[in-house]
């Protein structure tokens, strides 16, 4: 509005309306001030969302998920059937057990020569002890010399024969031990644990219904703190850095927008076109970059909500929400 508008506004207001006319100039005023405030950036509310799925294959025998719910990660919330694997390893350990039975009880089975080879010891000792005195012979001390060496060998070498035969039965368990461990882990992994802290979003599944490795079950997704993605020019991009706290502001249906504090925690390093979904300052065809705000949620805020960016260098009168 011109001075001249301004004047003949004033001339047609009665001599004692003067007072409204001016405020009626005001308000105009501000109100044209008011529509250059344009936001910075806007985008709409994200969160890192991870779908949980089966990692065996069977029945679900209970799902203790709720759309809605809390979960707290590393939490078992369902089961899967594993009646077939635990029978299975228990089947596998039967022939491992057979198998270990044809193990050789070494001790036991080299007792005896043992023994024998003691009693030659002893039955040496004598003879030397007697040729000495020249009560035994030479060949009588020789054959109590042969019978010890005897002796010897036998157990050295029954003691081989029954170490390679106890060494080839623990090789033929090696693959039952492995088969075990295979199907101790499909027996973990029949169990539904949620791996991460948060609300669930969607529920895929429901319990009696079939499942199989990598069926989505549910997702969930860590509300505590929503990011705000928006896209920014190359010329807004030299204000600001990662770190930086800047105003953010979304409408919830208040007569005035909520306001928050966040903090910029991913710039792009490279530009990309704009969505069709976001507008911004510039032309549409015009190079952006992308950047997520990381802002606390009270409860209030919720993914694919609409929020702005107040430009960093303003000055912030105003209070913000924690």
Request: charge should be neutral.
């Amino acid at each position: 509005m011109n001075p001249i508008q301004s004047i003949r506004i004033h001339q047609k207001l009665p001599s004692g309306g003067w007072i409204a006319g001016v405020l009626f100039i005001v308000l105009l005023l501000t109100s044209c001030k008011s529509d250059t405030n344009e936001a910075f950036a806007s985008g709409y509310f994200e969160a890192v969302e991870t779908i949980v799925s089966a990692r065996g294959n069977g029945t679900i025998q209970y799902l203790n998920v709720e759309e809605g719910m809390d979960l707290q990660a590393d939490t078992k919330v369902g089961q899967i059937d594993s009646t077939q694997i635990y029978l299975t390893i228990r089947q596998i350990q039967a022939q491992k057990g057979a198998v270990l039975s044809r193990k050789p009880d070494i001790s036991s089975q080299t007792a005896i020569l043992k023994e024998q080879l003691a009693h030659a010891n002893r039955e040496l000792i004598r003879v030397e002890n007697l040729n000495a005195g020249g009560a035994a012979t030479q060949k009588q001390l020789d054959d109590a010399r042969s019978a010890v060496a005897v002796l010897n060998r036998q157990l050295s070498a029954q003691q081989t024969t029954l170490d390679k035969t106890s060494a080839s039965v623990g090789k033929e368990t090696n693959p039952l031990e492995v088969q075990i461990s295979l199907l101790q882990d499909q027996l973990e992994k029949c169990r539904i644990i949620n791996p991460v802290t948060g609300t669930v979003l969607v529920k895929y599944a429901e319990p009696t219904e079939m499942t199989a490795i990598g069926r989505p079950l549910y997702k969930i997704a860590d509300l505590s703190t929503l990011q705000l993605r928006a896209y920014i020019t190359g010329k807004q991009l030299g204000s600001l850095k990662l770190g930086q706290k800047v105003k953010v502001t979304t409408d919830l249906g208040k007569e005035k927008p909520a306001e928050y504090e966040g903090t910029v925690n991913w710039i792009s390093n490279k530009a990309e076109f704009t969505p069709k979904t976001i507008q911004t300052h510039e032309e549409r065809s015009n190079e952006v970059f992308a950047i997520k705000v990381a802002v606390k949620n009270d409860g209030f805020l919720k993914i694919g909500m609409y929020g702005e960016i107040a430009p960093p260098n303003l000055p912030n009168t105003e209070a913000i929400k924690e």
